[in-house]
């Protein structure tokens, strides 16, 4: 069964305003950790911020905040005030505490920064 | 600065071919993991190595096989290429502990089997 699920294969955004990344996720572990990652045309990954399963607040990192819905089991990435150099494929992923080494990743969605 | 290095951006071989991806870490990390990165499909794990000459099956082990010697170098072979190979590679390491350690990756191989 799919662990991380993104349902937007591509969007578009205008420089300057904020867009959101959907990603949920399946898991009966009490004890995980949520990550995003951003892909650039260069092809290397790089991190951008991680939520723990246990954390009272949501993660922020600069421009990108996580939207942490323990509940609905979603962990949302919000980036503000768009770049052009956001351009890139984003990718969430989880890895379990009784899977430890283990990160699982979703599709992932690309996302079209517009001047 | 830290660095995971992939010995080719871009690979081309031929089917039934033996093929070697080579993947170096200098943040001397426990870890390592080779990914599989399909439109779609996003990243799937193949095969991942928690110390020297240890590995553990990932979720698509089938037609590929791995050596870790040294602790700094983890290689990803395909005994014989086919063109279902095709596809980006990417290797990856972490220190082991808590499940908040993040992955480094490298900048991907992508190779095309014909």
């Known amino acids: 069964a799919q662990k991380i699920t993104q349902t937007q294969p591509g969007m578009f955004v205008q420089e300057k305003e904020a867009v959101t990344l959907d990603c949920t996720y399946d898991?009966?572990?009490?004890?995980?950790?949520l990550f995003w990652y951003k892909q650039p045309s260069s092809g290397e990954m790089i991190f951008l911020i991680y939520?723990?399963?246990?954390?009272?607040q949501n993660a922020t990192e600069g421009r990108y905040s996580l939207n942490f819905q323990k509940a609905r089991k979603s962990a949302n990435l919000v980036i503000s005030a768009s770049q052009l150099g956001d351009s890139a494929m984003y990718f969430c992923a989880m890895r379990e505490r009784s899977n430890d080494y283990k990160l699982s990743f979703g599709a992932g969605t690309t996302v079209t920064v517009r001047a | 600065d830290v660095k995971v290095t992939q010995s080719s951006r871009y690979l081309v071989k031929r089917t039934g071919e033996k093929v070697f991806l080579e993947c170096v870490q200098d943040m001397d990390h426990e870890n390592m993991f080779w990914y599989r990165q399909d439109p779609g499909l996003g990243l799937r794990l193949i095969y991942f190595s928690y110390d020297v000459k240890m590995k553990e099956k990932g979720d698509i082990p089938e037609g590929y096989s791995v050596s870790r010697e040294k602790k700094e170098r983890f290689s990803l072979i395909l005994e014989s290429a086919s063109t279902n190979q095709t596809s980006m590679y990417l290797c990856a390491s972490s220190q082991p502990g808590q499940h908040s350690e993040k992955l480094f990756f490298g900048s991907g191989t992508q190779l095309s089997v014909l």
């Open positions: 898991t009966s572990d009490p004890s995980y950790g």
């Open positions: 939520q723990g399963s246990y954390d009272q």
